[in-house]
């Protein structure tokens, strides 16, 4: 069997970190939800020597005191967290915004939907997705 996806949810939100664990536990084994309820606990999360890196790195925007933006380039800086990729999950359909999340190089971004069933298909369909990633970066074929 393969290890599980390690997904680290960065997210303000009770509900929606709520919402995104109901999302990937309904989704088998095939990965492992991590939330963080700010950029500055994630930041002490990922230094701590014990903390297995996760595979990708799903990021809210708007947070207080420390942005989504801030701490994806507080992880393009450290030299341990930069190769993590990183997903903005976010409302904000702004192009101004998705220009700024991939200047400061993030791996993709995702707009939440307000539905329960579309999120499910886009947990999926992200999990599927970074698997896939993952497997052929190591070699593995499907």
Known sequence: MTEPLRVLLIDDDP????????????LDDASMLITAESGQAALALL??????LPDVVLLD?????MNGF????????????????????TTSA???DVA?????????YLIKSVRF?????????FIDFWLKRRRSRLGVED
């Open 15 to 26: 509900l929606d970190r709520l919402l995104a664990d109901e999302a990937f536990s309904m």
């Open 47 to 52: 230094e701590r020597p014990d903390t297995p």
């Open 70 to 89: 801030e701490v994806l380039a507080a992880l393009k800086q450290h030299p341990r967290f930069c190769t993590i990729p990183v997903v903005m999950l």
């Open 100 to 108: 700024q999340a991939y200047t400061l190089h993030a791996s993709g």
């Open 61 to 65: 925007i708007n947070m207080p005191r």
């Open 117 to 125: 069933q579309t999120s499910l298909k886009q947990v999926e369909t």
């Open 94 to 96: 702004n192009p101004e």
